[in-house]
Nanobody, 125 residues
Framework: QVQLVESGGGLVQAGGSLRLSCATSGGTFSKYAMGWFRQAPKKEREFVATINWSGAGTYYADSVKGRFTISRDNAKNTVYLQMNSLKPEDTAVYYC??????????????????WGQGTQVTVSS
């Protein structure tokens, strides 16, 4: 059973930056594509970014493209989300997820097999 634990959330002013981390255990991290999703209050959970097993392939939601960067360190079993130029509309609970696929860059929640508990990101105006 793969376990995912997010960290790095918090309160930041608009225009600021945060770096989220997602540490995994219980599986072979390099066998999973990884994704970040978020859920704002009273909204559906939505796709943010994804990265394939090697890190060579990434894909972003249009709303975060150019501001957020997903990366991974297979030696540390960790995936990251660097968030710059944050906006109040980025306020949400951010979740990382693992998909049992090497090359997939899926934006669909149902494709992901394991999920973390989430970390709160709040951006003040």
């Amino acid at each position: 059973q793969v376990q995912l634990v997010e960290s790095g959330g918090g309160l930041v002013q608009a225009g600021g930056s945060l770096r989220l981390s997602c540490a995994t255990s219980g599986g072979t991290f390099s066998k999973y594509a990884m994704g970040w999703f978020r859920q704002a209050p009273k909204k559906e959970r939505e796709f943010v970014a994804t990265i394939n097993w090697s890190g060579a392939g990434t894909y972003y939601a249009d709303s975060v493209k150019g501001r957020f960067t997903i990366s991974r360190d297979n030696a540390k079993n960790t995936v990251y989300l660097q968030m710059n130029s944050l906006k109040p509309e980025d306020t949400a609970v951010y979740y990382c997820a693992a998909e049992s696929s090497l090359l997939s860059l899926s934006t669909q929640q149902y494709e992901y097999d394991y999920w973390g508990q989430g970390t709160q990101v709040t951006v003040s105006s």
